[in-house]
């Protein structure tokens, strides 16, 4: 009986103690996860940082005064321009430092449209918008707003046929196809015509 007894104030005790330093080493390292983005705040702020909700939100151009019309103008060509609210800006960087080979497409740009661009797209990112970057995994980086979780929960229940396999679509990236009023950044349900399927009534 005593022995059970020592025990249990043993594991009671364990529990405290090591409750106690796993608080003490998440004190740590926040504390030094803090210091570490307080010392290059400034310089490289379109920087990777990260990702995922817990360390959000990472420092982006607040001040920038960069507004959508370059950025519709020079991306809403191929395809809708997509709200910049859908990808993290970290996302973003990556979408604009590699638009030589964009998809498949050569998308490229001068340096000052694409410094603008970035700087309007960043200012609006999923990384001001918790809500879209609840979807993202710590540690990506996603580039195509189609893949992300949120996306494909929506659209499960659209059949390829009329989406791949239906001339007017083509994919998924086509969000205009669909959705009659993506390019005004509108995607309610009921703003939803597939070509060739009607109205979305589900
Ligand atoms: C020359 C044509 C062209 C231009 C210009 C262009 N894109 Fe694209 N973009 C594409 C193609 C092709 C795809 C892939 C579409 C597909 O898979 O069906 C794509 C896909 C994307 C996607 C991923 C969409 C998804 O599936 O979620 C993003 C984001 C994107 N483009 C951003 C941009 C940005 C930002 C610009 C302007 C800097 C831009 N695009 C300009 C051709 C273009
Ligand atoms: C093939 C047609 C089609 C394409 C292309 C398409 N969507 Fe959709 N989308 C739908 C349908 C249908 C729904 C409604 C799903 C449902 O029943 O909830 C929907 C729902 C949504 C919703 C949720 C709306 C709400 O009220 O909950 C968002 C946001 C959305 N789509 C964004 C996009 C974006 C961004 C793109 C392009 C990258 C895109 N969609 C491309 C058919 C499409």
């Known amino acids: 009986m005593k022995a059970i007894l020592t025990f249990m104030r043993f594991s009671a005790g364990s529990l405290l103690l090591g409750g106690a330093l796993t608080l003490g080493l998440y004190g740590l390292t926040t504390a030094s996860n803090q210091s570490w983005a307080d010392e290059d705040d400034d310089d490289d702020r379109y920087e990777y940082r990260g990702s995922g909700y817990a360390r959000e939100p990472i420092p982006s151009p607040g001040t920038s005064n960069a507004d959508a019309s370059l950025y519709k103008q020079e991306?809403?060509?191929?395809?809708?321009?997509?709200?910049?609210?859908?990808l993290p800006s970290y996302s973003w960087l990556q979408?604009?430092?590699?638009?030589?080979?964009?998809?498949g497409d050569d998308a490229s740009l001068d340096d000052a449209s694409r410094a603008e661009i970035l700087a309007y797209l960043s200012?609006?990112?999923?990384?001001?918008?918790?809500?879209?970057?609840?979807?993202?995994?710590?540690?990506?980086?996603?580039?195509?707003i189609t893949e992300l979780p949120?996306?494909?929960?929506?659209?499960?229940?659209?059949?390829?046929?009329?989406v791949q396999d239906n001339p007017e679509v083509g994919s998924f990236s086509q969000c205009d196809a669909c959705h009659q009023r993506a390019a005004e950044g509108q995607f309610d349900?009921?703003?939803?015509?597939?070509?060739?399927?009607g109205r979305w009534d589900d």
């Open 75 to 86: 991306c809403g060509s191929c395809h809708v321009a997509y709200p910049a609210k859908f």
């Open 95 to 103: 979408i604009m430092n590699t638009l030589d080979d964009h998809y």
């Open 123 to 144: 200012a609006h990112s999923a990384s001001q918008h918790s809500r879209y970057l609840r979807s993202v995994s710590y540690g990506e980086t996603p580039t195509r």
């Open 150 to 162: 949120w996306f494909q929960r929506k659209h499960d229940e659209v059949p390829r046929r009329l």
């Open 189 to 197: 349900e009921d703003t939803v015509v597939i070509p060739g399927a």
